[in-house]
């Protein structure tokens, strides 16, 4: 039993919740977000909620995707009310961001820019040594920032690179001076 996936998911007002075959819509004020659920499970909608429930008959093993389900389909419904944004922040001598468009260029040390395209319903914002990825899809958005992220990770000793907001980045000791003795 899923103590995540029995819980009842919350429609607010303004928001369209259609399910049909298998594929999930959720239009709501800031866009739309489709998405196909699985076979294992079965989505309703009644009196102003989303309940999802497992489909009779499958495996034990199919109740975590009763949970991550529920999970995703909540995203959905944040997405098109409130949208997702992840900060990354970013520090080392020249490293430079800048918004081009839709796209974002990266100055991160190396002999060329790089660019980053912007995937559709996603935004960038540059302030200072921060980035900020904004839109509706919290998957899309998380993997976009993985991606910016893996151009030039934190390194231990000075701690340069690029890090999500909040995160700690543990640094090591560098190699230390020996006295002549």
């Known amino acids: ?10 429609v607010p007002k303004g928001v369209d919740v259609q399910i049909n075959d298998g594929l999930i819509s959720v239009k709501g004020p800031k866009g739309e977000l489709k ?17 999802i429930k497992p489909v009779s008959g499958q495996a034990v093993i199919d109740n975590a995707s009763w949970g ?10 944040k997405g098109v009310t409130d949208g997702f944004e992840k900060v990354l922040e970013f520090e080392g001598i020249g490293y ?7 796209d974002l ?13 912007a995937p559709e319903g996603v935004t960038f914002k540059v302030e200072k040594s921060v980035i900020k990825i904004s839109g509706i899809d919290n998957e899309l958005i998380g993997h976009v920032a993985a991606g910016i992220r893996s151009k030039r990770e934190p390194e231990p000793y000075k701690g340069s690179g690029i890090r999500y907001q909040g995160e700690v980045i543990k640094k090591k000791a560098g190699k230390k001076a020996v006295a002549a003795g």
């Open 105 to 117: 260029e990266l100055n991160l040390g190396y002999s060329h820019p790089i660019m980053v395209k």
């Open 96 to 102: 430079k961001a800048n918004v081009k468009g839709n």
């Open 68 to 77: 991550l389900f529920r999970a995703l389909i909540q995203n959905m419904i």
């Open 1 to 10: 039993m899923s103590k995540i996936g029995k819980k009842p998911i919350p």
């Open 35 to 51: 998405k196909k659920i699985s076979g294992s499970v079965s989505a309703s909608v009644s009196n102003g909620s989303v309940m």
